[in-house]
């Protein structure tokens, strides 16, 4: 077997992930916190040696299918409960400048 990436970690109360849950919170989104995640995504990079930087995901949007060949995501909703890419990127936006913020 080759490939694959080592799990990550990050704390909770990092302000990184405080930030994320904030940004979620103010737009009516109860995020679920996974504090060790093996996924597909080579976050140990960030948070292993030598950096040892906490790290995580963060997006609003909708999208589904996630490395198969029916992947998708929604570019515009017609469901006020769905952010099409336009909210999505906003998300972002305010996540970065919550994150400038907080630091």
Known sequence: MTG???PTSTPADSSIIQTSVAVYHKNGIDPVLLPRLAGSWPGYVF????LRLPAGHFGLGHGSGA???DEYYVIESSNPKVQGIDGAVRSYVEYLFAL????
Do not use: F, L, N
């Open 4 to 6: 694959g990436y080592d």
């Open 47 to 50: 948070t292993g040696d030598p």
């Open 67 to 69: 490395h198969a060949p």
């Open 100 to 103: 400038a913020q907080a630091t």
